[in-house]
């Protein structure tokens, strides 16, 4: 069940009602998500449910025992179990056949004949973002950074929370959890700006997401393609992730917004950023301060040597490719943006480049073509067929297929830097001020396009397969 399906918006519209009548008493509203947040995680594989609930419930035990138990050796041993439970399943699920194959394929290039058996193993939908969401609880028990949630009914509750449950925002407990524990009201103002994210979101992805990712298909799906359309193609893949993910993450907020409950924000116009490190800054926000928080620092950060800081950098977004997806392209789309990171943190402490300036066009357009050489790789199906597109732009330097072409991808990125540059000049803190039939015409425009565009074969969301 997707959020651009008209199951989901019967289900959310039922759950919705009954999460009003019922949201005075907590017991019940506990229950409510909890059930509702089964539903639909099950509605995807129900035999994946069980997996959820015995990770889950590992980790509440573990926490707890972390909590209570004084002597330090104990408790990082349960820590320990939490970490092998949740990294153990989120490797054997995603992973194992990956390292099989590659190992594999090592061996055969060193003259070594072997054959392993191939795994096809389900992945089980959002394992990635509710294992980090789980680790990041026991680790900041573990640390004493928050108090240990003994009821298991609101444990569950954030843990599964539907409208973020298998693409994110990877939230902290520290901020979703004790909004569990207080009594929620109907805020309307609340309720407007979600739905105002809900709208948003859906023109992302509905009208924006869905309108590229024929454009981008085309081009990596050929054997043909070269020069201009390459690039071309590129472009409206990173057109597309965008749309699709950030549409995502914005009707993930709205949905939770009309319930009474805040999400973090997960991206902040990253197409607009000067530099690199800007990027991450407003790209997946939630990945990216996980990964600086529970990996990069304890790695030593920027506390050690400048070697050791650039090695850290790399490291960190090695493995955030590879928690990405179980491909090389995906570790090769991280070194990408490690070693870019890496060069512009030296770049920036070197004395002699302070004389340098660099123009803030020069440096958004490096930026892009970082970002762009990096979707390129994460979009392609293997490291050979990326190679093979990169070569091609320069062996096959072939005009354009059709002027058409040419023009719907324009339209496709005018659209994505229309709708930034839009919620960049007019954030909902403004909006909210202009009058009601001012903000009725512009959400009746928006809503025309949404509904002209519903049910288009109604593709997934990308980071669904994360």
């Known amino acids: 069940m997707i959020f651009n399906s008209n199951a989901f918006v019967l289900f959310f519209l039922v759950v919705t009602l009954l999460y009003w009548l019922v949201r005075h ?12 947040s089964f539903y639909f995680y099950g509605s995807w594989d129900w035999r994946f449910l069980g997996l959820l609930v015995l990770t889950g419930g590992i980790d509440f035990l573990c926490a707890i025992k972390i909590s209570d138990h004084p002597d330090k050796t104990v408790r990082k041993r349960w820590l320990m179990l939490s970490l092998v439970s949740n990294l153990g399943t989120l490797g054997f699920f995603k992973y194992a056949g990956f390292f099989i194959d590659s190992a594999v394929t090592l061996l055969q290039r060193f003259g070594i004949s072997n054959s392993a058996p191939t795994l096809q193993i389900l ?25 240990v949630e ?30 569990f524990r207080e009594t929620r009201s109907v805020d309307m103002n609340l309720v407007a700006r979600g739905l105002w994210f809900i709208l948003w979101g859906f023109v992302l992805k509905v009208v924006i997401a869905d309108y590229l990712a024929p454009l981008s298909d085309l081009v990596f799906a050929s054997s043909e393609a070269g020069g201009a359309v390459i690039l071309l ?25 009309t319930m009474g409950f805040e999400l973090s924000p997960n991206f902040s116009q990253p197409y607009f950023a000067l ?11 939630t990945l990216s301060t996980w990964f600086r928080d529970y990996l990069y620092i304890p790695l030593g950060g920027d ?9 850290n950098i790399i490291i960190t977004f090695a493995l955030a490719g590879l928690w990405h997806g179980a491909n090389w392209t995906f570790i090769v789309w991280g070194l990408c943006h490690g070693l870019s990171l890496a060069f512009f943190r030296y770049w920036r402490q070197a004395s002699w480049s302070r004389k340098v300036v660099v123009p803030k066009p020069v440096g958004w357009f490096l930026t892009l073509l970082v970002v762009g050489v990096g979707w390129l790789f994460f979009r392609a199906t293997s490291l050979n067929h990326a190679f093979e597109m990169i070569t091609s732009i320069w062996s096959k330097p072939a005009p354009l297929w059709e002027s058409s072409y040419l023009l719907s991808v324009g339209i496709g990125v005018a659209m994505v830097a229309i709708c930034d540059g839009f919620q960049r000049r007019y954030p909902w803190e403004q909006v909210a001020q202009w009058s009601w039939k001012r903000r009725a015409i512009l959400q009746g425009v928006l809503l025309t396009f949404v509904i002209a565009r519903w049910g288009k074969e109604a593709p997934s969301f990308i980071y669904f397969q994360f």
Request: avoid cysteine.
């Open 25 to 36: 008493n907590q017991k019940h509203r506990d229950g409510l998500i909890l059930v509702s």
């Open 123 to 147: 992945l089980p939908a959002g394992i990635s973002f509710y294992t980090f969401q789980a680790l990041s609880y026991t680790l900041d028990v573990y640390r004493g950074q928050i108090s």
């Open 150 to 179: 003994r009821n298991l009914s609101k444990y569950f509750a954030f843990l599964t929370f539907f409208p973020q449950l298998v693409a994110g925002p990877i939230e902290r407990a520290s901020f979703l959890l004790p909004q």
């Open 233 to 257: 193609g590129t472009l409206a893949f990173g057109g597309q992730i965008y749309g699709d993910f950030a549409g995502y993450s914005l009707i993930a907020r709205g949905l939770a917004n």
């Open 275 to 285: 530099n690199i490190q800007d990027f991450w800054r407003r790209w997946h926000q």
């Open 303 to 311: 506390r050690l040597s400048n070697g050791r800081t650039y090695l």
